[in-house]
């Protein structure tokens, strides 16, 4: 038997709605400061990476069906690793799994608000997307309206470009996806995003380039 976190079914119902697949949060335990990535694969199962805020290194550990973590690591390496991670010693007596559970779960936020728990900056770190220096929304590139007032334009959108915003923006994808059309990034977050319906209105009556 293991330990269900609670906050992270709640959450999970949450992202369902939006839909996304993934959701961030911090974290700290023993001094140790971490993003933490959930992630809701349902191929490869659900997971948990914490990434240290100064160094970058990671940990993954899975979430079994039910929202339940391993009360033991079976794993010799990874059990290791997690206490090397959170600079646990043997002598810690008052160190249990299940405190450590505890502590995750109030830390996990109850609630999902794609603002506060959709750090794009460290999703592209993590996930192999095209051009992970700008991971924030800037505009369109309607190849369709671009092309028929210049038919002798050449380009196409990539299949790279759509698997990054539906991994960073997926409502921008689920509007997008069965058009050719290129979504613009940038290194400034500069909240475009929110009226990104009213720009691909735009991109469909200008130039194509918004």
């Known amino acids: 038997m293991g330990f269900i976190l609670k906050h992270l079914r709640l959450l999970h119902q949450e992202m369902k709605l939006v839909p996304v697949t993934a959701s961030t949060f911090d974290f700290e335990y023993n001094k140790i400061s971490c993003s933490c990535i959930f992630e809701a694969n349902y191929l490869n199962g659900f997971s948990i990476t914490f990434l240290k805020k ?4 990671d940990l993954e550990l899975p979430v079994r069906k039910g929202y339940i973590m ?6 010799q390496e990874l059990y290791f690793k997690f ?8 002598s810690s007596g008052d160190f249990s799994m299940t405190s450590f559970y505890q502590s ?7 609630t999902f608000n794609i603002r506060q728990n959709y750090n794009r900056a460290l999703l592209v770190k993590q996930y192999n997307v095209e051009k992970k220096d700008r991971p924030y929304f800037l505009g369109f590139k309607n190849w ?3 092309k028929a007032k210049n038919p002798e334009t050449k380009g196409t959108r990539s299949e790279e470009n759509l698997d990054k915003t ?5 409502l921008i ?10 979504v613009r990034y940038t290194d400034r977050n500069i909240q475009k995003d929110v009226d990104f319906k009213a720009l691909l209105d735009e991109s469909f009556n200008n130039d194509g380039i918004i």
């Open 70 to 75: 391993d009360s033991y690591i079976e794993n």
């Open 83 to 90: 206490w090397r991670y959170f600079n646990l010693k043997a």
């Open 144 to 146: 369709k309206v671009i």
């Open 173 to 182: 994808y689920e509007a997008t996806k069965n058009h050719d059309i290129s």
């Open 54 to 57: 100064l160094s970058g290194e």
């Open 166 to 170: 539906k991994l960073l923006y997926p």
């Open 104 to 110: 995750l779960n109030q830390y996990i936020p109850k």
